[in-house]
């Protein structure tokens, strides 16, 4: 069915991506998979093509646009090449919320003329060795001291936590108000007790810079707070979470059409058996059902980006994009990993890239399992 989510200008824009991953990521991914981090300089070449803060007011360099369609072309670009290791979605999706939507006048000033020159890049600490999808279970603390906090704790598995310039931390400014008592304060480069662990050696997104990160009595002025009290933390992590798991999902599809884009190619060329393999029953099938399974994905997905954009995408509609799409997509690239055979198991092989990418898809941004108890409470049992 034809795909009717993106007007004439998205569609330039996609060119705009496309030539930008052609020439400054694609050559360049393999050896940023082995230094583990994606070089900052690449941040500003895509900031001067405007690639970040579509919705940052133009007063503060960004285009002033609320349109998550433009969000969607990167994300789909960046799973098209493989790319794995920009981090840019976290940067766009996640993180514009909270630094567009969350800040005053002084702290847009401060922060959002680099957020969209991608001099700052940001990252967001929510998880902790011992606290995953249980927010309210992380033990890091903000006590306050005049105008400043203390902040005391440890956060884990931070993407841009080795780039970051700007870390939006999750921690309790009262630890005994339970969801009441959880703040959000931005730390910034260079604060005395704010420190780096080590770049973390995952299964794949090798060239994501994941880290752990330690804050030791970091004196975060009250001034770098986000929102204008206290206790208000919790809540705006959960009014932001549905944009950042459509984020997830639009990857998702995305990354599955991919490869399933290559495996249809592969099966016609490869031969067994004197003819190629594309020309048996059960590949047939098996692509049948995965092409079937991932348009159906597309077009929900393409639904909710609709609903985002006109306020209307609640967390039911984007937990049921989240889990599902990831899901679909491992199912999709573990199956098309078995078609290629033994070749499917060469690192080399795009196909194989992307089963290491893409296996942590099902659990960041709230677990399947997470997904579908938001879902289910949803029915009032």
């Known amino acids: 069915m034809e795909r009717d989510l993106f007007d004439e200008e998205h569609l330039l824009f996609r060119e705009t991506v496309r030539e930008f991953m052609a020439r400054e990521v694609v050559p360049h991914h393999a050896q940023w998979e082995k230094d583990g ?41 960046i799973m098209r090449h493989g790319a794995s290791g920009l981090g840019f979605s976290l940067h766009n999706d996640v ?16 922060w959002l003329p680099g957020f969209v020159s991608g001099e700052l890049i940001t990252a967001i600490a929510m998880s902790e060795p011992g606290a995953g999808s249980d927010l309210q279970g992380i033990r890091t ?5 005049g105008d400043h906090y203390v902040l005391n704790g440890q956060k884990t598995f931070i993407t841009n936590g080795i780039n970051a310039d700007l870390v939006v931390v999750v921690a309790k400014t009262d630890p005994e108000a339970g969801a009441r008592g959880i703040t959000l304060v931005v730390v910034e480069r260079g604060m005395e007790g704010f420190g780096r662990g080590r770049n973390l050696d995952k299964v794949g997104m090798k060239a994501q810079d994941t880290a752990e990160l330690f804050f030791d009595n970091v004196r975060v002025p009250v001034a770098n707070r986000l929102g204008p009290k206290d206790g208000e933390g919790f809540f705006q992590l959960m009014n932001n979470l ?13 990354a599955a059409e991919a490869v399933l884009e290559e495996t249809i190619e592969y099966c016609r060329t490869r031969q067994a ?17 995965l092409a079937t399974e991932t348009e159906i994905a597309r077009h929900y997905v393409d639904k909710c980006v609709v609903a985002l954009n006109a306020g209307r995408l609640t967390a039911v509609d984007a937990a049921k994009a989240k889990w599902w799409t990831t899901e679909l997509q491992t199912k999709v ?49």
């Open 37 to 77: 981090i994606v070089p900052r300089e690449v941040w500003k070449k895509a900031g001067e093509l405007g690639m970040f803060g579509f919705s940052v007011p133009e007063e503060h360099g960004g285009a002033g646009v609320r349109d998550f369609r433009f969000n969607a072309v990167i994300v789909e670009e």
């Open 333 to 381: 690239i573990d199956r098309c990993l078995q078609l290629h055979g033994g070749y499917g198991y060469m690192t080399e092989y795009p196909v194989a890239k992307a089963w290491l990418d893409s296996r942590v898809q099902t659990i960041y941004g709230g677990t399947t399992e997470i997904m579908k108890e938001i879902i289910g409470r949803s029915f009032g049992f």
């Open 273 to 289: 058996f004197g003819r190629s393999i594309g020309s048996f029953q059960n590949t047939r099938f098996v692509l049948a059902e």
């Open 95 to 110: 993180m514009a919320p909270y630094v567009v939507d969350l800040t005053d006048d002084e702290q847009k000033q401060r």
């Open 141 to 145: 603390t903000a006590a306050r001291d």
């Open 242 to 254: 549905p944009q950042e798991r459509l984020s997830i999902a639009v990857a998702a599809v995305a």
